[in-house]
C-alpha cells in the first residue's frame, strides 16, 4: 500500500507538471527543444533549490549534518541558503558558491527560455 501511495505521490507532484507543461507548449507551438531546455532547467531548478535549502536540517541522521555541535540550523526559501548558527551569534553558510552558481544558472536559463518560447510564439504568429 506505501508503494501505491508513493508512485500516486510521484505521479502527481513530477508527471502531473511536467505533462502539463509539456502539452500547453506543443499547444502554443512551441519548438519541442525549448520545451526540453526548459524542463530541465526547471526541474534542476527545484532540486538544486530544495537541496540548498534543507542541507543543515538535521532531519534523518543529525550527526551527519554540517551544523552539528551548533547552536543549530537557520534556512531561507529564495534564495535558498541553510546557515549554522554559532555560538557566538555568526550565522554562517554551509552551501558553497559552485552550489549556488549552479542554482542560478538553472534558474537563468529557464527564466531565458520561457522569455525566448514567448518570442518564438510572437514570431510564429506573425
Excluded at 28 to 56: C, E, H, K, S, Y
Aim: net charge positive; hydrophobic share 55%; glycine share 8%.
Amino acid at each position: 500500500m506505501k508503494v501505491l501511495i508513493l508512485l500516486f505521490a510521484a505521479f502527481v507532484v513530477f508527471v502531473v507538471p511536467t505533462a502539463l507543461v509539456w502539452l500547453l507548449g506543443q499547444r502554443a507551438r512551441v519548438p519541442d527543444w525549448m520545451l526540453i531546455v526548459f524542463l530541465l532547467a526547471g526541474w534542476l531548478t527545484v532540486f538544486v533549490g530544495g537541496f540548498l535549502w534543507q542541507r543543515a536540517q538535521p532531519s534523518l541522521f543529525p550527526e551527519a549534518s554540517p551544523c552539528y555541535g551548533t547552536s543549530g540550523a537557520v534556512s531561507q526559501y529564495f534564495p535558498p541558503d541553510s546557515f549554522c548558527l554559532h555560538q557566538d551569534g555568526e550565522l554562517r553558510t554551509v552551501n558553497g558558491p559552485n552550489a549556488k552558481l549552479v542554482f542560478w544558472t538553472a534558474a537563468n536559463t529557464t527564466l531565458a527560455t520561457a522569455v525566448a518560447a514567448a518570442f518564438a510564439r510572437h514570431r510564429h504568429g506573425s
